[in-house]
C-alpha cells in the first residue's frame, strides 16, 4: 500500500526536469527582469538603431514629432521636379520604422501624438499635401507570358552584355523562370538583404528531385522546392513547397522556356549527391547564394536591353501568375494560398489580381455562353511598355548638347583638375585594382546598411558617376520623349541602338553563346538531339571561365611562345606564311590569295556585315574595324572592302586618311537618307556605324592624337582581361570611345 503512485501507472516514468537541476548555472544576460522585445532580424535592428539615432538630436514633444518628420520628408523630396509625386510608403515606413524602435529602446509614444503625425502625413494631411504624397503610384503591374518569352529571346539571342562570370547567365535565367513559374516573391529562394549573410534560400537539400513516367508514359523529371516565406506565421514546416517540370504531352515550345534545363548543372542522382546538399542552386559571388539584390538588379538591366524602360520586377511577374492562378476554375483557393505564402484572400485581392477581373460579364447579363477568349488578359498586356527601337546610349548630339551644360561642364572640369594633379590611370575602369578591390567589398561583407555608411569613393570616380547619372538622367529624357508606348508583340522590329558591339557582332568571338542562341529558340524537348545538345553547350557555358572566346586564333603561337594576346598570334601567323588572312567573321586562316577574293566576295554578296564598324577589345579578344569608306565602294575589290584593322590605332588612322567629313548619302547605301551638312552626316556616321565624329574631319587638317586620347581598349589584353572575380561586366552608357568625353574632339594642332 505504499508503493508509489507513479509506478502504478503504465509506461516509462515521467521525466521532472526541475528535478534535474544538477550543474545548471544561470546566465544573467539572458535571466533578468527586463522585458523581452520582439525578435527581429539583425538588419531590422539595425534601422531601429539609425532611426533612433536620428530622433536622439530632438527632444520629445508633438512638435519634435512634426518636425522629425517634416525633415526627413523634405529630404525624400530632394531633387525632385515639382510635380514630381512622392509615395506615402515611403515616409511612412521610415515613420514605422521610428515608432518601433522608440517602443523598444525608450518606452510608450502617447498614442494621440502616433495619431496626429499618421494624420500629418497622409496624402490629405498637411505635410502630405506639401510634399506632394500620393497613397501609391498607381495600380500593381503585372508581367505577361509575353513580357518572360521576349525577355528570354532577347537574353539567349541578341544579349549584348558578357558576363564576367558566365554561370550567371545560366542561374539567372533559371532564377528568373523558377520565381516566375512558381509565382514567388524575389526572397523566396533567394537571399534578401533582410536576411543578409543568413545563408537562407534555396539549397540542393531544400528540393526533390523525380523521375516518373509522364502522361505519353515517357520518363520526365520534376522538382520541388520550398519557398523560404517571410514574417512570424510561417514556421519551417509550413512553407509551400511548389514543383517545376517538363510539361508533359503538351506541344513542345522553345527550349529556353525549359526550366528543369537551366538547372542540370551538376551531374544529376534522383538522390541529390552529398556534396552539393549545401550548395546554392542559384549561385551569387563566390559560390555563395544569389542575393535577391542582385538578382533584382540583373534583372532590371536585361529587361531594359530588351526593350522595357520601365521594366517590371518580378513582383509584377509573380501578379501575373497569381491572377492566372486565381482565374482557374481546376485551382481551389486553399492551392492558390499556398502558393502564394498567403493566409487569406484578402492579400490577393487588395495586391495582386488583375482589376479587370477579366470575366464575360457581357454574356452573364446576356444568359448566353460566355465566350472563351480572356479580354482581359489584352488589356493587362499594356501595362508594360515596350519600346523596340530604345537608344542605350546617347546620341552624339543629344551627348554635345548635354556636354554643353553648366553642370556637366563644372564636374568635367573638377576632374581635369584632379587628374592632371594626382592620377593618370582612369579611375571607373574595371581593370583597377582598387575599383575591383571595393566590388568584391561590397558584394561579400558589407550589409546593406553598412553601404550607406560607407567612407566616400574615390572623389574622381564619384565625379565620374555623377557625369554618368546626367546622362543617364537626359537618356531616360530621350526615351520618354521618343516613347512610342508599344506593346512587345513584333520581335522583328526590336533593333538595338547605340551600342558598338551588339550580339550580332559578338557571335564570332562568342562560340557558345553562338551555339546556343541557335538551339535554344528551337522548341524541343530536353530529350530531343536538341534538347541534349543545349544541356551540353550550358554546362559547358556553366563550367567555362569566359563567355568570349575566338577559336581561330588559338593560345599557342607559330613562334612556339604561348600566347593569349590575339593579335600577337594573328600578325605572327601572317608573317609565317607568304599568304595569310584571317576572316574574323568565319574564324577561319585562308592561305590562298585567290580564295580569300573569293571568301570576301560571298561575305559581300551574303550582305551580313554589321552595320557596326568600330575596332573593340572584347576580353582577350578584339572585334577588328572596319572601313564605312572602303567597305562600301563597290569599285574596290572584295578583299580591299573587307579590310580588318585590328588596332584602335590603325583603324583611326585609316579613317582620318579618308578625310571625308561629309558626303550626301551615307556610304553604306543600305541607309536611306540624304545629309545636308556635315553635322548631320558625321552624327549618323557616329550613332549607327559606330565610327566617332573625331574622325571625320576634312582632309589637309593636320592631326595629333589629343593627350587624353587614350582610352582603356589600347591596353594591352592582360591588363584588360577581366577577372573570375564577382565584378560583373557591368553596361555602362559610356559612347564608343571613353577617352571623347573629356578630350572633346580630337587635338587639332
Ligand atoms: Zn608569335
Ligand atoms: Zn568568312
Ligand atoms: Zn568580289
Ligand atoms: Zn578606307
Ligand atoms: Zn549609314
Redesign the pocket.
Known amino acids: 500500500m505504499d508503493a508509489p503512485k507513479k509506478s502504478s501507472r503504465r509506461g516509462p516514468r515521467r521525466k521532472n526536469y526541475m528535478k534535474q537541476q544538477d550543474g545548471v548555472e544561470i546566465d544573467t544576460s539572458i535571466v533578468n527582469n527586463k522585458p523581452v522585445n520582439k525578435n527581429v532580424e539583425d538588419i531590422t535592428e539595425k534601422n531601429y538603431e539609425r532611426q533612433l539615432q536620428n530622433w536622439d538630436d530632438f527632444v520629445d514633444s508633438l512638435e519634435d514629432l512634426k518636425e522629425y518628420v517634416f525633415r526627413i520628408g523634405m529630404a525624400m523630396r530632394g531633387g525632385k521636379l515639382p510635380d514630381e509625386r512622392l509615395s506615402w510608403k515611403g515616409l511612412n515606413s521610415y515613420w514605422k520604422k521610428f515608432t518601433a524602435a522608440y517602443n523598444r529602446e525608450r518606452g510608450t509614444i502617447p498614442k494621440d501624438h502616433l495619431t496626429s503625425v499618421t494624420r500629418l502625413i497622409e496624402p490629405r494631411g498637411a505635410l502630405g499635401k506639401r510634399l506632394n504624397i500620393v497613397a501609391d503610384k498607381g495600380p500593381r503591374r503585372h508581367a505577361t507570358a509575353e513580357v518572360l518569352t521576349w525577355a528570354g529571346e532577347f537574353f539567349w539571342t541578341l544579349d549584348w552584355k558578357i558576363f564576367a562570370r558566365p554561370r550567371l547567365r545560366n542561374d539567372l535565367w533559371a532564377a528568373l523562370l523558377q520565381s516566375v513559374f512558381t509565382a514567388a516573391r524575389v526572397s523566396d529562394y533567394l537571399e534578401s538583404s533582410s536576411r543578409y549573410n543568413s545563408n537562407i534560400g534555396l539549397h540542393y537539400k531544400d528540393t526533390q528531385f523525380i523521375v516518373y513516367q509522364n502522361e505519353r508514359g515517357e520518363p520526365e523529371f520534376a522538382l520541388q522546392l520550398t519557398k523560404f516565406l517571410k514574417g512570424r506565421c510561417h514556421l519551417p514546416s509550413t512553407l509551400p513547397t511548389p514543383d517545376i517540370h517538363e510539361r508533359g504531352k503538351l506541344e513542345p515550345q522553345a527550349l529556353y522556356t525549359n526550366p528543369i534545363l537551366f538547372l542540370a548543372k551538376e551531374i544529376i542522382p534522383i538522390q541529390w549527391h552529398g556534396s552539393v546538399l549545401n550548395s546554392p542552386i542559384f549561385c551569387g559571388a563566390s559560390g555563395r547564394i544569389m542575393t535577391a539584390g542582385l538578382f533584382s538588379k540583373e534583372l532590371r538591366s536585361l529587361l531594359i536591353r530588351a526593350g522595357f524602360p520601365n521594366p517590371p520586377g518580378l513582383h509584377s511577374f509573380r501578379a501575373e501568375g497569381l491572377t492566372n492562378i486565381d482565374a482557374n476554375p481546376n485551382c481551389s483557393d486553399i492551392q492558390r494560398q499556398t502558393m502564394a505564402g498567403h493566409v487569406n484572400n484578402h492579400i490577393q485581392a487588395r495586391h495582386y489580381a488583375s482589376r479587370n477581373p477579366g470575366i464575360d460579364s457581357q454574356a452573364a447579363f446576356m444568359r448566353t455562353q460566355a465566350r472563351l477568349m480572356n479580354i482581359g488578359e489584352l488589356f493587362r498586356n499594356l501595362e508594360i511598355s515596350w519600346e523596340p527601337e530604345l537608344w542605350h546610349s546617347l546620341p552624339i548630339a543629344k551627348k554635345e548638347q548635354l556636354s554643353m551644360s553648366d553642370e556637366y561642364r563644372e564636374i568635367e572640369a573638377q576632374i581635369r583638375a584632379f587628374t592632371t594633379t594626382k592620377l593618370e590611370l582612369p579611375m571607373d575602369s574595371p581593370t583597377d585594382p582598387e575599383f575591383k578591390h571595393e566590388a568584391k567589398h561590397e558584394v561579400i561583407t558589407m550589409s546593406p546598411a553598412e553601404v550607406d555608411e560607407a567612407p566616400l569613393a574615390h572623389p574622381v570616380r564619384k565625379l565620374r558617376r555623377d557625369l554618368e547619372s546626367l546622362e543617364k538622367k537626359s537618356l531616360n529624357m530621350l526615351w520618354e520623349e521618343t516613347s512610342k508606348g508599344m506593346v512587345v508583340g513584333d520581335k522583328r522590329t526590336f533593333v538595338c541602338r547605340g551600342i558598338s558591339r551588339p550580339f550580332s557582332r559578338l557571335r564570332s568571338v562568342m562560340p557558345l553563346r553562338r551555339q546556343l542562341a541557335d538551339l535554344l529558340t528551337i522548341p524541343a524537348r530536353l530529350r530531343s538531339t536538341e534538347g541534349k545538345a543545349a544541356l551540353v553547350a550550358l554546362v559547358k557555358l556553366c563550367n567555362s571561365k569566359t563567355e568570349a572566346d575566338r577559336p581561330g586564333l588559338g593560345a599557342t603561337c607559330h613562334c612556339s611562345r604561348s600566347s593569349s594576346d590575339h593579335l600577337h598570334i594573328y600578325k605572327c601567323t601572317k608573317k609565317q606564311f607568304s599568304f595569310a588572312e584571317f576572316c574574323f567573321f568565319c574564324n577561319q586562316w585562308l592561305y590562298d590569295a585567290e580564295a580569300w577574293?573569293r571568301h570576301?566576295?560571298d561575305h559581300?554578296t551574303q550582305d551580313l556585315i554589321p552595320m557596326e564598324l568600330s575596332w573593340k577589345r572584347v576580353e582577350t579578344t578584339f572585334l577588328p574595324g572596319h572601313c564605312p569608306f572602303c567597305l562600301w565602294d563597290t569599285g574596290l575589290?572584295?578583299a580591299k572592302r573587307l579590310q580588318s584593322f585590328c588596332s584602335l590605332s590603325d583603324w583611326e588612322t585609316h579613317i582620318r586618311a579618308h578625310g571625308v567629313s561629309w558626303q550626301e548619302r551615307c556610304p553604306n547605301l543600305r541607309c536611306e537618307g540624304s545629309f545636308h551638312d556635315g553635322e548631320s552626316y558625321q552624327n549618323h556616321l557616329h550613332d549607327l556605324h559606330r565610327v566617332p565624329k573625331k574622325l571625320l574631319l576634312p582632309a589637309q587638317t593636320s592631326l595629333k592624337r589629343g593627350v587624353d586620347d587614350v582610352s582603356q581598349e589600347e591596353l594591352p589584353a592582360k591588363k584588360a582581361k577581366l577577372g573570375d572575380g564577382p565584378v560583373e561586366a557591368r553596361f555602362v552608357f559610356h559612347y564608343c570611345d571613353p577617352g571623347e568625353t573629356f578630350s572633346g574632339k580630337g587635338g587639332l594642332a
Do not use: F, S, T, Y
Request: proline share 0%; net charge negative.
Open positions: 577574293e570576301c566576295h559581300l575589290g572584295c
